[in-house]
């Protein structure tokens, strides 16, 4: 179990700053997704890129339950976007993914968080 403990901390580092990056070079992709009821579009997308970033940095270091609390408050927070994706047939285009695409993709959000909350055990 230790093995895929560790196995599955040096996968969600990288995904996590990997995706973190892409919210700077990329972020129109993010900016799709956004529920137009908030504000700040692009101060939000690059807010939670830049925690993405640090929090995936940081499951690799002695703050690893830290970062992986980060992760999950993240992932909480941006989830009102995977609604607005399911929800938003401009956004499914945007993202050339379908309804059904969107619905199934939602809840491995709720895998993510599981795994995080593994993680911030340690």
Same mark, same amino acid.
């Given at each position: !179990?230790q !093995? +895929?403990?560790? $196995?599955?901390?040096y +996968? !969600?580092s990288f &995904?996590y700053?990997? $995706?973190?990056v892409?919210?700077f070079?990329? #972020?129109d992709?993010? =900016?799709n997704? !956004? #529920?137009p009821? =908030?504000?700040?579009?692009?101060e /939000?997308v690059?807010?939670s @890129? &830049?925690?993405?970033i640090?929090f @995936?940095f940081?499951?690799?270091?002695?703050l690893?339950?830290?970062?992986?609390r980060?992760i999950i408050l /993240?992932l909480?927070f941006?989830f #009102?976007a995977?609604? *607005? =994706? $399911?929800?938003?047939?401009?956004?499914q +285009? %945007? /993202?050339?993914?379908?309804r059904n695409?969107a619905i199934?993709? %939602? #809840?491995?959000?709720?895998?993510?968080? &599981? $795994?995080? *909350?593994w993680?911030?055990?340690?």
């Amino acid at each position: !179990m230790q !093995m +895929i403990k560790k $196995i599955t901390i040096y +996968i !969600m580092s990288f &995904a996590y700053v990997w $995706i973190g990056v892409r919210h700077f070079t990329n #972020p129109d992709f993010f =900016l799709n997704i !956004m #529920p137009p009821y =908030l504000s700040w579009h692009l101060e /939000l997308v690059y807010l939670s @890129g &830049a925690f993405e970033i640090v929090f @995936g940095f940081g499951l690799l270091t002695k703050l690893r339950k830290y970062a992986a609390r980060g992760i999950i408050l /993240l992932l909480i927070f941006v989830f #009102p976007a995977n609604i *607005y =994706l $399911i929800s938003s047939q401009e956004a499914q +285009i %945007a /993202l050339d993914i379908s309804r059904n695409m969107a619905i199934v993709r %939602a #809840p491995f959000q709720l895998v993510f968080i &599981a $795994i995080a *909350y593994w993680h911030s055990l340690d």
